[in-house]
């Protein structure tokens, strides 16, 4: 990578679910691109193990939000790839189905590369490939109701299997896994509200014009 630092961008952010980093990537992308910065969304929800040798149920059932559950090498692997000036065809996740979809999406190079995900922090090899780091935090409530909104509304699921999700996995794997990686982060931000926080945002898209200058 030390060839392309200059033209080449990698932003980690990780948090806990419903912490917003999606929403503030997007963002962050949106504003770079008003600069004429080109980017995209490496997001790890596509990185995660197929099911579908599985039976159905116990897809239902399985632990989506312990680092296992992530193919980290082959993110890794794509992301070298795209680093490198190839296009890649990156996994698409169904979370109705708990498995990969059969067809890939072509994702071509571009100077900023966002990758956001629970465990962007956690992999060694994938900090080792971002240049800068971020951890987003938010209260627990906030963050469950925006993940009980979300996986309703876009993963199919009903409010009881929601629930026991939340209880059962992703409230005791973040205090496990995710959150021990706020240290790895060179900047942390605590995100309450519905409003993107303004002055981080601004901070590293101006990272970002300085870095490409």
């Given at each position: 990578m030390d060839s392309n630092k200059?033209?080449?961008?990698?932003?980690?952010i990780a948090g806990g679910s419903g912490s917003g980093k999606t929403t503030l990537a997007r963002k962050l992308i949106e504003e770079c691109r008003k600069i004429n910065i080109d980017g995209q969304l490496f997001s790890l929800d596509n990185y995660y193990q197929p099911?579908?040798?599985?039976?159905?149920?116990?897809?239902?059932?399985?632990?989506?939000?312990?680092?296992?559950?992530?193919?980290?090498?082959?993110?890794?692997?794509h992301l070298m790839e795209l680093c490198a000036g190839k296009t890649i065809q990156q996994p698409v996740y169904d979370f109705k189905i708990h498995t990969r979809e059969k067809?890939?999406?072509?994702?071509?190079?571009?100077?900023?590369?966002?990758?956001?995900?629970?465990?962007?922090l956690y992999f060694p090899k994938l900090l080792a490939l971002c240049?800068?780091?971020?951890?987003?935090?938010?209260?627990?409530?906030?963050?469950?109701?925006r993940r009980v909104q979300r996986d309703i509304t876009e993963r199919g699921r009903d409010i009881e299997g929601t629930k026991h999700q939340i209880l059962a996995t992703?409230?005791?794997?973040?205090?496990?896994?995710?959150?021990?990686?706020?240290?790895?982060?060179?900047?942390?931000?605590?995100?309450?509200?519905?409003?993107?926080?303004?002055?981080a945002t601004e901070g590293l898209v101006r990272m970002m014009r300085d870095h490409f200058r």
């Open positions: 200059k033209s080449r961008f990698i932003l980690g099911l579908d040798h599985l039976p159905f149920e116990e897809r239902k059932a399985y632990n989506f939000d312990h680092p296992d559950a992530l193919d980290s090498s082959l993110a890794v692997r067809e890939t999406v072509p994702c071509k190079p571009t100077q900023l590369i966002v990758i956001e995900g629970l465990y962007t240049d800068y780091k971020i951890f987003v935090s938010t209260g627990m409530v906030t963050a469950v109701l992703v409230l005791p794997m973040y205090e496990t896994y995710v959150k021990p990686t706020q240290r790895n982060a060179h900047f942390s931000i605590n995100w309450e509200g519905e409003e993107i926080p303004g002055k």
